[in-house]
């Protein structure tokens, strides 16, 4: 059973700061690992994915990804009340039949 | 033009009923999913479709039945509903190799 785990939340942060979401997943044999971000009532959206360990970054996103250690995180840099809603990291095990899990989500609330 | 589209967006139906919800990409991917997300944002997959072929069925009761006439299709008949089948469910497609899974606008089941 693959297992993708982020920490649950909530998690608050105030206008300006850099918010820190993070995710893990069991299978080295993952290959591709996105980030979605979900309002309240609306479907998930893509807002970064990544492939190779290192950094990626686009806009005040940066996602991280580290295979050694089954890691994967998203830094969200001068967080605006706009990014309040639930983060959800995902990973892809292609070899599997294309296979595409979600963790449990994080809550995330920016305070004016 | 939606890229996946399901209906309906609401359900409300009473304990013993059986339903259905459709599903459509116009995308040309090959792989699609259903997802449940209970009321803690979990999105759990349930099943998933690559080219009509059953790939995953992640111990959804016997009562939940996907069809996929077509690889642009797939439906989720569930029958005997029951309170604990309250959420939203959504569908999702996704092509092949390192790409992202697009989401449908979901449908809120209430089971009473």
């Known amino acids: 059973q693959k297992e993708v785990e982020q920490n649950s939340g909530p998690l608050s942060v105030p206008e300006g700061a850099i918010a820190s979401l993070n995710c893990t997943y069991s299978d080295r044999v993952s290959q591709s690992f996105f980030w979605y971000r979900q309002y309240s009532g609306k479907s998930p959206e893509l807002i970064m994915s990544?492939?190779?360990?290192g950094d990626k970054e686009d806009g005040r996103f940066t996602a991280q990804l580290n295979k050694a250690s089954q890691y994967v995180s998203l830094l969200i840099r001068d967080s605006q009340p706009s990014d309040s809603a639930t983060y959800l990291c995902?990973?892809?095990?292609?070899?599997?039949?294309?296979?595409?899990?979600f963790g449990t989500g994080t809550s995330l609330t920016v305070i004016p | 033009d939606t890229a996946v589209s399901q209906t309906p967006k609401y359900l409300v139906t009473q304990m013993g009923n059986d339903k259905s919800i459709k599903c459509e990409q116009n995308?040309?991917?090959?792989?699609m999913y259903w997802y449940k997300q209970d009321s803690k944002k979990f999105l759990k997959i349930m099943f998933s479709?690559?080219?009509?072929?059953?790939?995953i069925n992640e111990t959804v009761p016997n009562r939940f039945s996907p069809k996929s006439p077509d690889k642009a299709h797939l439906n989720l008949h569930i029958n005997s509903l029951e309170l604990g089948d309250s959420a939203v469910y959504f569908c999702a497609s996704k092509g092949f190799m390192n790409t992202e899974a697009f989401f449908g606008q979901g449908t809120r089941l209430t089971v009473v």
């Open positions: 995902a990973v892809n095990w292609q070899n599997t039949g294309n296979q595409f899990y």
């Open positions: 479709y690559n080219n009509k072929e059953l790939i």
């Open positions: 995308l040309g991917h090959d792989t």
């Open positions: 990544i492939y190779s360990n």
